[in-house]
């Protein structure tokens, strides 16, 4: 655990516009900054309504991204990118659009190729314009530096972080979020969660992101359930949204940890949506990382308006409560996972380095599968 002498960087967009109704403010800020040429990069559904944005220009639109983007679907992105050379690059939609923004905005031109901006800080430079307009509250992709994409052959999600791919502007409204029905709202709120979960408990914890990772235990414990009953409520949106935007900021300096290293495979192997892995498998490890982490695990489930505890089978209860009331369907097996699968996704899990150095507690393969057995 870091104390307040260690040293850490944090990066935000230089402006970020949060509020109801604001979303037009994406084609004032490219009016402003001269930008004639603007690329939208979104999924379907909201590529059919890029009206919103009020973009100068003639729109180019790539409206094809993937709820979990692979290589192909970036190509195809970097393609059309190649083919417009837009000014301005708009990431519009979940943190899939996003991530793919990001990408979108520093590859083409470059001379380099996915495969060499792999890593930390690999990424040569920028010379155009990018803003991040979120319609979920889920990832935080939107003040993050961080992009991520699934590589079919190994069915490993290949993280590329850079400062390079920080918007210059993010636009937060959350009443683009009111078309999200509840199952979608539930799972990325949990998402958001896990986030600063994880990063409140990581190795790598620092006093500086804590205040933005309890504030977003607390938004989603008071606003979640809210949305998910009524999505008409603006004020619950904005509190997701809130929570959502903390948890991004909490991933470029601490980074997550077991939650999602274990939810990964489920995405990357089945197709799982990546809010709904992370929910279904948070319970589980915010308990096992419980025995080393008994005050912090006390106020996470305090912040959900839970009973405090650091007990692991209280805090999996309680937990697992808490996501199950929201609708969430919680057992491996209801999502069409094979059992005779759990061993390689495992094995997988294990290896994601990255954010299983950052747990508290050591976590073996055979506990990985032990998790998976009980999720089942």
């Known amino acids: 655990m870091n104390d307040l002498l260690t040293p850490i960087e944090t990066a935000r967009p230089s402006i970020i516009e949060f509020g109801g109704g604001l979303v037009s403010a994406t084609g004032r800020w490219a009016r402003a900054r001269g930008y004639c040429r603007p690329l939208v990069v979104s999924d379907a559904f909201n590529a059919g309504r890029v009206g919103l944005l009020d973009l100068p220009g003639e ?5 094809e991204v993937k709820p979990e983007p692979d290589l192909p679907n970036l190509e195809k992105a970097l393609a059309l990118a190649e083919q417009v050379r837009p ?16 990408l979108v905005a520093v590859l083409p031109g470059s001379g380099q190729s996915f495969a060499e901006v792999v890593g930390p800080e690999k990424v040569a430079g920028r010379r155009i314009g990018l803003f991040q307009v979120p319609t979920t509250s889920g990832t935080g992709s939107e003040g993050g530096t961080r992009a991520l994409v699934t590589d079919p052959a190994t069915q490993n999600k290949a993280a590329v972080q850079s400062r390079h791919m920080l918007a210059d502007i993010a636009i937060v409204d959350p009443d683009l979020t009111l078309t999200v029905p509840p199952a979608v709202t539930a799972a990325t709120g949990v998402d958001a969660m896990a986030h600063c979960v994880e990063a409140f408990t990581s190795r790598k914890a620092h006093p500086l992101i804590d205040l933005y990772a309890l504030e977003g235990i607390r938004l ?7 949305a998910v009953t009524d999505g008409a409520d603006r004020e619950a949106r904005a509190g997701l949204a809130l929570a959502s935007m903390y948890g991004g900021f909490c991933l470029g300096p601490v980074n997550t940890t077991a939650g999602h290293a274990v939810a990964y495979p489920l995405g990357t192997r089945h197709h799982i949506p990546h809010g709904l892995a992370c929910a279904l498998i948070f319970p589980h490890t915010l308990a096992f990382n419980a025995p080393v982490m008994a005050e912090k695990t006390a106020l996470v ?10 007990e692991e089978a209280a805090v999996r209860e ?5 996501c199950a009331g929201l609708g969430i369907e919680m057992r491996l097996s209801a999502l069409g996972v094979p059992r005779n699968d759990l061993e390689s996704m495992a094995r997988e899990a ?24 009980a999720a089942y």
């Not at 290896?351 to 057995?373: F, K």
């Open 318 to 322: 309680a937990t697992h409560r808490f």
């Open 350 to 373: 294990h290896a994601i380095r990255r954010l299983l150095d950052n747990n508290p507690r050591e976590l073996s393969q055979d506990q990985i599968l032990a998790i998976y057995d």
């Open 220 to 226: 989603v414990g008071r606003f979640l359930k809210r």
């Open 87 to 102: 000014d301005l690059v708009v990431g519009f939609g979940g943190g899939s659009a996003m991530d793919l923004a990001k």
């Open 59 to 63: 729109v180019a639109v790539f409206g």
């Open 301 to 310: 489930l305090e912040a959900l308006g839970l009973p405090a505890s650091a």
